[in-house]
């Protein structure tokens, strides 16, 4: 479970300088290593919104349980710049994301601050899922679907990336598990399928079906769609055999890189474990302390509330 949150963070931090670089820069140039400055002028080892929005999300999670309001007063007071940030300043959110904050702020009704329109269905909400399927691993897989669509939907409310969100929660428990990721994609998708509308089956057809992992490299994009971010994760992640590749692999296929890496980095790093994360990127970490502890403490209270596995 350390491995998965890490995984993440580490992942974030790595994509951070090559953000929104297209695909044929990085294979003139590719990242193979923790690289720092780029598009955000940020020293090596810095993070992003995704992670700050995963720590928030465990840091509630830790606090509160499940809780989603408390969830997004949190996201305010990252916002704000006041937590969750490795040196104390927001300098990426994504639309969705802020829109939805600024609703939340100006105090709008819960069922009003995600945004529910086909074209609020980037990636912000999948990347700061994975606490949540750690914390919900042990309840039903009805549970855990109802669990991830509400906590996408404080950001992102349309069915499209509460689904993926809800596939990702009902993956990631299985990989920590051990479960091999194929045989993991079939199970969550079965899990999945009695939820996933009529019109949204064609659009997540080849993540329900498995054979995105089959896809050629030309067709898997890094994109910040939902859906692009989700099939890139698991493209990387069933094509490379290690952490290290399957995250580097993410970074290089260019655009959102930081969100398609940390979403890889969730999937790699359940699946391979913390000691798979190369020790370098781990030092190289911004706040690298307070991001294990926190990491640390989220893996506590998960096993405090499900023993069981
Ligand atoms: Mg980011």
Redesign the pocket.
Known sequence: MLGCLLGAVVG?ALG?PV?FRSREQLSADPVTGVRGHGTYHQPPGTW???SSLLLATADSLIHNGYDPPDMMARFLTWLKGQAYTPHGEVF?VGIATRSAIARYANGAPPSEWGGRSERDNGNGSLMRIAPLALFTRALSPAEIVRCSMEVSGLTHAHPRSQLCCAYFSLLLPLLVLGWPLARAMSQASRHLAPFVPEEEREVLEEILDGSIVEAPASAIRGSGYVVHCLEASLWCAARHPSYEQAVLAAINLGEDT??TASVTGALAGAMYGRAAIPEAWLRALASREYVETLCERLVERVYEESPRR
Do not use: I, N, Y
Request: aromatic letters at 0%; a negative charge; hydrophobic letters at 10%.
């Open positions: 974030d951070v953000e992003s919104d995704d990426d930081d969100t």
